[in-house]
């Protein structure tokens, strides 16, 4: 880099090309991509358990963003370390596929690394690492899934299914209501879930938040919310027994698809024009009218003399209706979507038991409640906050006691929390490692040593010593204690019962996930790093 100036004095820099770059390979490779990573985890660590603390975000628009949920933060961070966006995209695949666990399976990650790392000054390959993780990976989920406890329920029980939720969203800023927000998420996947092909499919569920009120406002609506209302003030607010039209056409005269110019030379082509448009919107008006409809969604707008004549004909309307709610509408009432006048028949509308406008509050906002539906499938989540940054949270919190109650649908198997299923396994392994010869005995050891990182972070965030009371767990392992772990409210470590038990799915997900990863970032050999 040089510094010239040109014919009027003023200074300009020359860059030479690839003159603040380095290409990094082998050992040194491998320590800048664990040291990126490990950088990710550390800052993950504080946010992990019950007692975690919350991350404030700005992003550069000065937007602020307050959340201990792992896969908010690491989407919300500008990481430009290739490696350390691996590690980002790793919580969000534990996000996609589980929906909880998406701080846990980064920090593991990272102690994983840090063993990796110990590992490799001893000279060991990474290919020889990543092979003995691997193995202990699979020892690992095949004894976690012995562990398990089979969860019964039932449409009709699902006090079990609270009970875990309640644990889950512990940690949450929704714990003040938990039993409302567990009952709420409970009845939202039941509502949408297959049992038998034990299928749940979260797309049927829509989350909708407004400012204003209490947390304990928040509902469960069996039905649809819409955040919009009638398109004219004298429309009536409630209906009852409604047969809805879902239209994606304009209420409005047909346009060619040319150009074309239509010249308008006196008053009678204007009238005629004027009264050729009003016959289009009353025979577009009468086709609904006969079809039996009483409301009208519409996808797109209309204008005022459509508006108009849709109140003199005592028929509500919506507009501006979004294409997802389009869907989920369509789903819940049973209606058929209708691109055109032309094809509207009764048998092409949905029902509802009721569908009213309500006003919020004193910010004069209105919603529009679709209700007792023909099909109860779609249901919306209706979230309530003192303002927009607790309603992201909460939003946030119920899809993660959302994803819970899936994945126990997916697989009734349950495990205890509170490093307890960690140290179990850590225990087992170092047994299973002092059967092994040679590398692989080393390799599985350091996987079993990186486990200890989930309780020893959780007594940390807790305000405990974490070589105290990971001593006192590997001592009540070793004498077949499986369900001992730390008890965060109290401070102690104590064999846990039901208050705190957790999926085994999201348990097995964050160490395979984690390990995949590992095995990843130890194969990368070559690597470009900028140089300051």
């Known amino acids: 880099m040089s510094m010239v100036f040109d014919e009027y004095g003023r200074p300009f820099i020359i860059l030479r090309d690839g003159g603040d770059q380095e290409r990094l390979q082998g ?151 938990e039993d409302l927000m567990a009952q709420i998420a409970v009845d939202a996947i039941l509502s949408v879930a297959d049992l038998e092909r034990k299928d749940v499919n979260l797309s049927l569920i829509k989350v909708e938040g407004k400012p204003g009120g209490k947390m304990e406002d928040s509902q469960l609506i069996r039905g649809i919310l819409l955040n919009k209302h009638m398109s004219h003030p004298q429309m009536p607010k409630e209906i009852k027994d409604a047969k809805i039209v879902i239209l994606t056409c304009a209420f409005e005269p047909p346009k060619a698809k040319t150009k074309y110019a239509l010249e308008i030379k006196t008053t009678e082509q204007y009238k005629a024009l004027d009264q050729a448009e009003q016959a289009w919107f009353v025979e577009m008006v009468q086709k609904v009218k006969d079809s039996g409809a009483n409301l009208v969604m519409c996808q797109w707008g209309f204008d005022d003399e459509a508006n108009h004549l849709l109140l003199q004909n005592e028929l509500p309307a919506i507009r501006w209706v979004g294409g997802t709610e389009i869907e989920l509408l369509a789903i819940a009432t049973g209606a058929r979507i209708v691109p055109r006048f032309e094809d509207i028949s009764p048998e092409k509308l949905g029902k509802a038991g009721v569908v009213r406008e309500i006003e919020l509050g004193t910010t004069k906002e209105n919603i529009v409640i679709v209700e007792d539906c023909a099909n109860t499938n779609a249901v919306t989540i209706f979230v309530r906050g003192g303002n927009g940054m607790i309603i992201e949270e909460i939003k946030r919190s119920i899809h993660d006691a959302l994803c819970v109650v899936r994945s126990l649908v997916k697989e009734r198997f349950l495990i205890v929390g509170g490093g307890a299923p960690e140290m179990e396994l850590q225990v087992q392994l170092e047994k299973w490692a002092k059967t092994l010869t040679g590398i692989n005995s080393h390799c599985v050891r350091a996987f079993a040593q990186a486990l200890e990182i989930i309780p020893a972070t959780l007594a940390e965030n807790a305000g405990m010593h974490p070589v105290t009371i990971v001593t006192a767990l590997r001592k009540l392992h070793n004498e077949g204690k499986t369900t001992a772990g730390i008890n965060v409210k109290k401070g102690v470590v104590e064999e846990l019962d039901e208050k705190v038990l957790q999926p085994l799915l999201v348990n097995t997900s964050a160490i395979s996930l984690a390990s995949e990863a590992v095995r990843m970032i130890m194969k990368i050999d070559d690597m470009v790093t900028s140089v300051r």
Request: aromatic fraction near 2%; charged fraction near 25%; include cysteine.
């Open 27 to 177: 050992k040194k490779a491998r320590k800048q991509n664990i040291l990126a990573a490990r950088s990710i985890a550390n800052i993950m660590k504080s946010s992990l358990g019950p007692k975690g603390m919350d991350k404030i975000l700005v992003s550069s628009d000065g937007q602020v963003t307050i959340t201990n949920d792992g896969a908010t933060i690491l989407k919300e961070m500008d990481v430009e370390n290739q490696v350390g966006k691996l590690m980002v995209e790793l919580s969000q695949s534990q996000d996609d596929e589980i929906g909880d666990g998406t701080t846990g399976v980064v920090v593991f990650a990272g102690a994983l690394l840090a063993q990796a790392e110990a590992l490799i000054e001893k000279g060991i390959h990474p290919t020889r690492i990543a092979d003995g993780f691997e193995a202990a990976c699979s020892i690992a989920v095949d004894h976690l899934t012995g562990l398990a406890d089979t969860l019964e329920f039932s449409r009709d029980n699902t006090a079990n299914l609270h009970q875990v939720v309640r644990s889950c969203i512990s940690s949450k800023v929704i714990k003040r209501c």
